[in-house]
């Protein structure tokens, strides 16, 4: 069984402001922790392609992709996409590119079986960015890019993507909020930014609201409660994960009470389901997650899960 992990050098020269808590330094607290484990050797590494026009245009409009393109700044400049959050320097539009294209590589490599499952690595995040609007550090909706291209390029006719940051992915119920293929399930801290998510009545939006403070036991219960069951009604032919990691307890960022171990378990209950509908498919993008320590031992919790030990 054959585990991708995707990510790209080009990623890590996204730099925004000082005391930005989105740094570069999350993809290498992420790599530092896969060697000391172990597990590196075990996972086949790939370089995330750049993203094309047409994946992009699944997802977002043809304006906001030419708004990106052409605020993409020269050398030390920098250009605010919206209230002072998204942030974009000279190699932002460029790390852009790769992280969206990485879900798209990944969608591709479990499709054709060359791998069950993949992690790509990459930033800025993306679940936030809305069809037509940047927003919270993320420019293009990478898993959002993903599933659209199992369903445009594949033919899946039903793809789900769980959202386990503890912020609402905004961005992914936006674009697919018309798209019944998709099922997206989301738990996040409430009331919080992005301060969506609350009041849903479509059948393929499972947002889980939880208050501050939830422990991993709570959070198992939420998602037994509402993911598990609306995943198995639903029988997802790939399973996408926004992987947030910034619900961990030591996180200055919010305030859930996750630990390593809540990770491992979420990502065995989604590989279970994935094996039960979808021949084992899965792909993960990593979200948000900025205390560099908690965020490199919960990604390699999860990328062992994946892996199945
Ligand atoms: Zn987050």
Redesign the pocket.
């Given at each position: 069984m054959t585990i991708a992990f995707i990510t790209h050098h080009e990623c890590s020269l996204h730099r925004v402001a000082v005391h930005h808590p989105e740094v570069p330094e999350r993809l290498s607290a992420i790599d530092d922790r896969m060697l000391a484990s172990g597990i590196s050797i075990l996972l086949s590494h790939y370089d995330a392609p750049l993203v094309t026009r047409e994946q992009l245009l699944r997802v977002h409009t043809a304006d906001y992709v030419d708004y990106v393109e052409s605020s993409s700044p020269g050398p030390d400049d920098m250009v605010c996409l919206d209230e002072g959050d998204t942030v974009m320097t000279e190699h932002t539009l460029q790390a852009a590119r790769r992280a969206a294209g990485a879900a798209v590589l990944g969608v591709d490599l479990v499709m054709s079986g060359e791998a069950s499952s993949a992690f790509c690595s990459v930033r800025p995040?993306g679940?936030?960015a809305e069809r037509a609007r940047a927003m919270?550090f993320c420019i293009f909706n990478n898993v959002a890019v993903g599933a659209a291209h199992a369903l445009a390029q594949h033919g899946l006719e039903r793809v789900a993507v769980v959202d386990f940051?503890?912020?609402h992915g905004n961005g992914t119920e936006d674009i697919f909020r018309d798209e019944p293929r998709v099922l997206f399930c989301s738990t996040f801290q409430h009331p919080f930014y992005p301060h969506t998510g609350e009041a849903v009545d479509s059948p393929h939006l499972v947002n889980v609201p939880l208050t501050r403070g939830v422990t991993g036991r709570e959070f198992r219960d939420a998602v037994k409660g509402h993911w598990l069951p609306a995943l198995e009604a639903f029988k997802p032919q790939l399973i996408m994960i926004s992987a947030?990691f910034?619900?961990h307890r030591e996180e200055d960022?919010?305030d859930f009470r996750l630990v390593e171990d809540d990770y491992a378990w979420v990502t065995r209950e989604l590989k279970e389901v994935a094996k039960r509908h979808g021949e084992g498919r899965l792909v993960s993008c990593l979200?948000?997650?900025y205390a560099l320590s908690a965020l490199g031992r919960s990604a390699c919790v999860h990328l062992d899960a994946l892996i199945g030990h």
């Open positions: 995040p679940h936030h919270g940051d503890v912020h947030g910034d619900g960022m919010a979200e948000g997650g």
